[in-house]
T-cell receptor, first 117, second 110 residues
Framework: GAVVSQHPSWVICKSGTSVKIECRSL??????MFWYRQFPKQSLMLMAT?????????EQGVEKDKFLINHASLTLSTLTVTSAHPEDSSFYIC?????????????FGPGTRLTVL | RKEVEQDPGPFNVPEGATVAFNCTYS??????FFWYRQDCRKEPKLLMS???SGNEDGRFTAQLNRASQYISLLIRDSKLSDSATYLC???????????FGAGTRLFVKA
C-alpha cells in the first residue's frame, strides 16, 4: 500500500499567488521528509530536507524564502511556493526513507503537478 | 561530469526482447543503489535494489560493479507494460541524499 500521500495532486494558479502542498506519511512517523522537483523530461532534483521540529535544509540554489517548508508534526510536512511564477511550474514530489531488509528504501508520494499561469 | 549517468535512450524494442540499461556513478563512496521506474506524469516507484552479489526479480536482473562504478538492469521477455522511464538512483555515503540519473526511456511495441 501507499507509504506517502500528497495533496493536492494538481493545482493551477495565477502568477503571484502562493500554493501549499502537503506531504503525509501513512501509518508511521517520519522525522525527515524530502522535497523534490522535476521539470519535464528531466530527472528529480532534491530541493530540501524537511526536519520535524527544526528548520529545513535547502540545497544550493533553492531559495528558502520562496519555498517555505514546515514540518510541524511527525506525519506532515508542507511546502509552500510563495508568489509563484510560471517558471515554478513543475512536478513536486516528497519522499521518505524506510528501514528494512538489506537496505533502507526511499518511497515517493504521488506528486503534485503545479501549473502557474 | 554528472554524478550519475545513464544511457540516453530511448530504447524501442519489440515485445519479448531482452533489453539492458547501464548506469555509471562518480562517487566511489556511494553506498546503496536502486533502479526506479517512473511512468509518465507519475512518481518514481522502486523497481529493485542493487547489490554487489546481483539480484533477480522475475524478468528483471540488476548488477553492481563497485570497481567500475557501474550498475546495470536487464529486462528479459519485455512486455508492453514495461514501457516507462527507468531511473538509476545512487545514495551518497553517510546520509539519505540520493542522486538520480536522468532516466532511460523504454518503449516496448507489439
Amino acid at each position: 500500500g501507499a507509504v506517502v500521500s500528497q495533496h493536492p495532486s494538481w493545482v493551477i494558479c495565477k502568477s503571484g499567488t502562493s500554493v501549499k502542498i502537503e506531504c503525509r506519511s501513512l501509518d508511521f512517523q517520519a522525522t525527515t521528509m524530502f522535497w523534490y522537483r522535476q521539470f519535464p523530461k528531466q530527472s528529480l532534483m532534491l530541493m530540501a530536507t524537511s526536519n520535524e521540529g527544526s528548520k529545513a535544509t535547502y540545497e544550493q540554489g533553492v531559495e528558502k524564502d520562496k519555498f517555505l517548508i514546515n514540518h510541524a508534526s511527525l506525519t506532515l510536512s508542507t511546502l509552500t511556493v510563495t508568489s509563484a511564477h510560471p517558471e515554478d511550474s513543475s512536478f513536486y514530489i516528497c519522499s521518505v526513507w524506510l528501514a528494512g531488509g538489506r537496505t533502507d528504501t526511499q518511497y515517493f508520494g504521488p506528486g503534485t503537478r503545479l501549473t502557474v499561469l | 561530469r554528472k554524478e550519475v549517468e545513464q544511457d540516453p535512450g530511448p530504447f524501442n524494442v519489440p515485445e519479448g526482447a531482452t533489453v539492458a540499461f547501464n548506469c555509471t556513478y562518480s562517487n566511489s563512496a556511494s553506498q546503496s543503489f536502486f533502479w526506479y521506474r517512473q511512468d509518465c506524469r507519475k512518481e518514481p516507484k522502486l523497481l529493485m535494489s542493487v547489490y554487489s552479489s546481483g539480484n533477480e526479480d522475475g524478468r528483471f536482473t540488476a548488477q553492481l560493479n563497485r570497481a567500475s562504478q557501474y550498475i546495470s538492469l536487464l529486462i528479459r521477455d519485455s512486455k508492453l507494460s514495461d514501457s516507462a522511464t527507468y531511473l538509476c538512483v545512487v545514495n551518497s555515503a553517510g546520509g539519505f541524499k540520493t542522486i538520480f540519473g536522468a532516466g532511460t526511456r523504454l518503449f516496448v511495441k507489439a
